[in-house]
């Protein structure tokens, strides 16, 4: 178990693959922040009826060693058989102030964060004094924004994930830890399977390094830059999923 | 299978793109249908009249992309035979004095300032670089709410006025196409094919009450050219002639 780092997590799929990978590699939190109510509508990240997942070779692949996980696999009983420390919020709202005054009065100084797709947390969450380690879906700080392993997938043939501390700039913060990922076989399984297994994978490399050293250190401090990308159209995400260009 | 994303009046219903569901090569083959069938629809109502800023993003779009490219695609060579080409054209390039702007800006002339500035565009020149900058926060303006408004209020994020006005949508459908005719960056491909689908989902009437079809026949030629250079890119087989 992690000392000193909690998790705030979304009921989403990209949560499981964290929690598939924070198991497998006894990285687990001191205690856990459900973001979820009684409201049964769908939210953005979640994977909605169950993701057909295909025998793939990705999954002997190192670089895709945490794509093992199952997207909607029901959170509560997987996190009391862990025997974690827990608390559902009543909201999904990272931002409501009852979830924020959650946060505030915990203990851990540090947090995973596994939102919801498109929240961002204001000024409110980011002055309690806790720090939120995010990972992003790109590689910083030449892919920001949104859907950007598409972006990259057409532009250079790969996708990537990038580790940071969340500041009051959209992927800004100072970079734990990021690394670049091939296209994998099945392409249209990178929304809900793929892209969290990057993301899970990069999560994995920073905190191991963090019980390693006992602190916190930056591959990048400076992550001024880049290009903002926007949520891609369908036409190009498709032509990035049916697309067999690679980086040689 | 249907190409949804003009299917409804996207002024009213605009469409998030959230989470896309996947539908193989036959969505790519409905759009291409779509656009096509669209367009020829709405250039048979448009008239013969050119403004000379579209006479020139004409020249220039042949210019970048290059008739050796295949720009047009052939199923709209003859809407764009329509349109004069000339390189007479030289319009005034007048942003904001201060990025983000301290006083009110009016969305027309900011999107004037940005067709002028790219139908001269040098990525070496100030001009140039101010524009990326305009054209950027303009984008995300877009992007945020997938509306423009007839301001923009001090700092460039809060809009104020009409968001109906279609003149305005062209015209940044126009600058979009040059923007990514001169820097090949997908973001402002990805924006434009989202105008274009708001564009296209609107009635022809909206069209002909403020003229600038002939901006939008531009606008996708240049944006099908694009995908399917891109198509082509990425190994993928797609059938747009």
Same mark, same amino acid.
């Given at each position: 178990?992690?000392?000193?780092v ?9 949560t ?10 006894d990285l687990? &939190?001191?205690?856990?922040l =459900?973001?979820?109510?009684? #409201?049964p $509508?769908?939210?953005p990240?979640?994977?909605?009826? %169950? *993701? +057909? ?7 002997r ?8 996980f199952?997207p909607?696999?029901?959170?509560? &009983?997987?996190?009391?058989? =862990?025997?974690?420390d827990y #608390?559902? $919020?009543?909201?999904r709202?990272?931002?409501?102030? %009852? *979830? +924020? ?15 919801y797709?498109?929240a961002?947390?204001r000024?409110d969450?980011?002055?309690?004094g ?7 879906g ?6 920001k924004?949104?859907?950007?392993n598409?972006?990259?997938?057409l ?6 994930a990038?580790?940071l ?7 800004s913060?100072p ?18 399977i793929?892209?969290?297994?990057a993301?899970?994978?990069v999560?994995?490399d920073t905190?191991?390094a963090?019980r390693e050293?006992g ?20 036409v ?11 980086v040689? | 299978m249907n190409?949804?994303?003009s299917a409804?009046?996207r ?9 896309s569901p ?5 969505f ?8 096509i069938?669209?367009l020829?629809?709405?250039?048979a ?9 579209e ?5 220039v ?14 199923r ?7 349109l004069d ?13 201060t990025f ?10 900011l ?9 001269d565009y040098?990525?070496?020149?100030g ?12 984008l995300?303006?877009?992007e ?10 001090p700092?460039?994020r ?9 003149g ?13 005719a ?6 402002y ?20 009450e403020?003229?600038?079809?002939h901006?939008l ?22 059938n747009?002639?």
């Amino acid at each position: 178990m992690l000392i000193d780092v909690g998790f705030v997590a979304a009921n989403t799929s990209r949560t499981r693959a964290y929690l598939a990978a924070l198991e497998r590699h006894d990285l687990l &939190p001191t205690w856990t922040l =459900l973001l979820d109510d009684e #409201s049964p $509508a769908a939210m953005p990240g979640q994977a909605g009826s %169950a *993701v +057909v997942r295909s025998s793939s070779p990705d999954h002997r692949a190192q670089c895709w060693s945490e794509v093992d996980f199952d997207p909607n696999a029901p959170l509560e &009983p997987w996190i009391q058989r =862990l025997g974690l420390d827990y #608390s559902v $919020a009543g909201s999904r709202n990272i931002n409501a102030a %009852a *979830v +924020v005054d959650l946060i505030a009065r915990s203990e851990p100084s540090v947090f995973i964060y596994s939102g919801y797709g498109g929240a961002l947390l204001r000024n409110d969450v980011l002055e309690t004094g806790k720090k939120f380690l995010h990972v992003h879906g790109g590689y910083l700080p030449d892919y920001k924004g949104s859907t950007t392993n598409y972006y990259s997938l057409l532009s250079e043939g790969m996708l990537g994930a990038s580790a940071l501390f969340l500041t009051a700039e959209i992927d800004s913060g100072p970079v734990l830890a990021r690394r670049r990922f091939p296209p994998p076989a099945e392409r249209t399984e990178i929304d809900h399977i793929y892209d969290a297994s990057a993301r899970a994978h990069v999560l994995v490399d920073t905190l191991s390094a963090y019980r390693e050293r006992g602190e916190w250190r930056f591959e990048l401090a400076d992550n001024r830059g880049g290009t903002t990308y926007y949520i891609i159209h369908p036409v190009l995400k498709h032509l990035a999923i049916l697309g067999n260009a690679s980086v040689s | 299978m249907n190409y949804p994303y003009s299917a409804n009046n996207r002024l009213h219903e605009p469409h998030a793109y959230m989470y896309s569901p996947y539908g193989g090569e036959a969505f790519v083959q409905s759009y291409v249908a779509d656009r096509i069938e669209r367009l020829l629809r709405l250039s048979a109502s448009t008239g013969t009249d050119c403004t000379a800023a579209e006479a020139r993003a004409h020249a220039v779009l042949h210019r970048l992309l290059g008739v050796e490219d295949g720009f047009p695609i052939s199923r709209l060579a003859v809407s764009l035979s329509t349109l004069d080409v000339s390189e007479e054209f030289v319009g005034q390039v007048v942003f904001p004095a201060t990025f983000p702007n301290v006083e009110p800006v009016k969305t027309v002339a900011l999107l004037d300032a940005l067709l002028n500035s790219f139908l001269d565009y040098s990525p070496e020149s100030g001009d140039g670089s101010t524009a990326l900058q305009w054209l950027e926060r303009l984008l995300q303006r877009f992007e945020v709410s997938k509306k423009l408004r007839a301001r923009y209020l001090p700092g460039f994020r809060k809009g104020e006025g009409a968001d109906d006005d279609v003149g305005l949508y062209q015209q940044f459908a126009l600058v979009l196409a040059l923007a990514y005719a001169h820097r090949q960056e997908l973001q402002y491909l990805s924006a434009l094919l989202k105008v274009n689908d708001l564009l296209l989902s609107l009635p022809i009437a909206a069209h002909a009450e403020c003229g600038g079809g002939h901006a939008l026949v531009l606008a996708i030629a240049v944006e099908m050219h694009a995908v399917r250079r891109l198509a082509q890119q990425q190994g993928v087989s797609l059938n747009v002639d």
